[in-house]
């Protein structure tokens, strides 16, 4: 099932820089996309959503970007912050089932 | 802020055992989940779970997995017989609406089977 992939394992950025995450989706029918945040030992943490009638969503130091026609979205952080260093999954669902797909994850480490 | 809990945090059992995994959803959710995580791959979908019966199953979520709501609160996951293969950290996650909102997952509960 590769119907989500993030193909970054992983990234390192300076502290204060920005982090861009990436994501790309192959079902066009796809038109919900949230991205989580995961610390080992935890659960995946919900950080921010953007339907496909928006192309950027922002919330803080998040911002959401989706290109439909490219398939992609990415994540931007700016500034990236030590506390940033997680790894972040994307996700991707039809509406109305909630059934969401999920990428492989990117494993951000922001250094002080 | 509200929470999905999960337990135990950790089980171990022996191939072909029945296990149950317990979550507390968030209150007033109405839209459950289970999702897994086998060590080094994707999170997985397994079943959502709305109005007391399954909404929709992925081809994982075959005869030996059920879920139940067995009062107002909890939310289980059962392994009837239970494979090395189903080694995993399992997910409970619960949405307030379909359809555009988003999943609150628990900490999880890492399944060994020896």
């Known amino acids: 099932d590769q119907q989500v992939k993030q193909n970054s394992p992983s990234l390192s950025v300076q502290e204060g820089r920005i982090s861009i995450l990436n994501c790309d989706y192959t079902?066009?029918?796809?038109?919900?996309f949230l991205w989580y945040k995961k610390y080992p030992a935890e659960g995946p943490t919900f950080l921010i959503s953007?339907?496909?009638?928006?192309d950027k969503n922002e919330d803080g130091r998040f911002t959401v970007f989706l290109n439909k026609s490219a398939k992609h979205l990415s994540l931007h952080i700016v500034p990236s912050q030590p506390g940033d260093s997680a790894v972040y999954f994307c996700a991707a669902s039809e509406n109305n089932f909630n059934k969401f797909y999920f990428g492989s994850g990117t494993k951000l480490n922001v250094k002080p | 802020e509200p929470e999905v809990t999960q337990t135990p945090s950790h089980q171990v059992t022996q191939m072909g055992q029945e296990v149950i995994l317990r979550c507390v959803p968030i209150s007033n959710h109405l839209y459950f989940y289970w999702y897994r995580q086998i060590l080094g791959q994707k999170v997985e979908f397994l079943v959502s779970f709305y109005n007391n019966e399954i909404s929709e199953k992925s081809e994982i979520f075959d005869d030996q997995f059920s879920v139940e709501r067995p009062d107002g609160s909890n939310f289980t996951l059962k392994i009837r017989s239970t494979k090395l293969e189903d080694s995993a950290m399992y997910f409970c996650a619960s949405s307030s609406r379909t359809g555009g909102s988003p999943l609150h997952f628990g900490n999880g509960t890492r399944l060994t089977v020896t």
């Open positions: 079902n066009s029918m796809f038109d919900y």
């Open positions: 953007i339907s496909s009638i928006k």
